[in-house]
């Protein structure tokens, strides 16, 4: 009855996603997702013209982008979260995090994964986004110590350091150690 409704579609892909992990620090975000079909109504919506409600629009390509992810499709997520970053750059954190992250770890494009993720703290506003600053610091110092920047390596190793909690054993958070050695190593201190 509503097969042209953007909101209908959009409101069918928010229930293929599932409820999303109650820690969304968990992976995976959405554990119960059927992707398949959140991409086919999330796309749909965006075919539709959902992008007359900016909200579901913002939340739209954000879902299209991660069932995209989630299925291997990143060419086609980076394309959803590129469009979000242009129409929507305040709620844009996330979307600079996946974008870097496939430029920095497929697509051998380090500058524009640079570009791209240093803006990304300025956009960090709720408690989610900011918990993962540490991430986004940590891969602009992985970044700074391939151009073989010192100085920028370690200020951003630094700030990855500082930016999560005590006793962290992420794999991030102990790269940033690594890669302050990494910084004095450019730098020529090897006692350091």
Known sequence: ??????????YLGEIAMGRPNPDPEKTPVFPDANYEEAVIHHEESLLLGIEEDAKLHAKDLE??????????????????????IELYPNESFFS?????????GRDNKPEESLEILLKAPEYASTPLEKTYLFRVYNIIARLYTYFK???????????SIESTFEG?????AQVAHVLLG???GIKGDFVL
């Open 149 to 159: 920047d010192a100085e920028n390596a370690e200020k951003y190793a630094r700030m």
């Open 1 to 10: 009855w509503q097969a042209k409704n953007p909101k209908a579609h959009f």
């Open 63 to 84: 879902r299209a982008a991660r069932a995209r992810w989630m299925l291997g499709n990143y060419e086609k997520a980076v394309q959803h979260y590129l469009r979000k």
């Open 96 to 104: 600079r995090y996946w974008v870097a992250m496939h430029y920095f």
């Open 168 to 172: 962290n054993r992420d794999l991030d």
């Open 182 to 184: 990494q910084a004095a």
